[in-house]
């Protein structure tokens, strides 16, 4: 980890203003730390962005459970991609719905893949991807 550096910015008035709301409401301490946080978001959404080396996210998906054989198939790409795949949790929402969340770290390219075919599978009612890093290079 480098030395701390100190720098100044100058801002609008409303704008900071409105960023010291956004640092009370998200309870930040210091004006330092969301300004770090907002740059390690930046660092991490250009390195999705880039899409190469190893990466970590996790994908959430709901479905019907009831859908004729979606479960299985879900099941089977998942199994397709274990090198990716480090963990899973599945709820039963209600009779109807199920959610699964999966803990996934590798390729861009391949969680990328795997989480559009997941997401696209017929009978997934909604799945999202977030990404992030494996935290490798960020202070």
């Not at 009831?66 to 209600?94: F, K, M, N, P, Y």
């Amino acid at each position: 980890m480098g030395k701390t550096i100190r720098f100044g910015v100058s801002l609008d008035s409303d704008l900071l203003e409105k960023f010291d709301s956004l640092c009370r409401e998200k309870s930040y301490q210091t004006r330092s730390e969301a300004i770090r946080d907002l740059i390690r978001n930046t660092l991490v959404q250009r390195e999705w962005e880039e899409a190469e080396g190893e990466v970590a996210g996790t994908l959430t998906m709901v479905y019907d459970h009831h859908q004729s054989g979606l479960a299985q198939r879900l099941t089977e790409i998942q199994h397709e991609a274990h090198d990716v795949v480090l963990s899973s949790l599945h709820c039963h929402l209600d009779h109807y719905n199920c959610l699964e969340v999966l803990v996934l770290r590798g390729d861009a390219e391949i969680i990328k893949h795997l989480g559009q075919r997941l997401i696209s599978t017929k009978g997934v009612k909604h799945g999202n991807l977030n990404l992030t890093t494996t935290g490798k290079g960020l202070f």
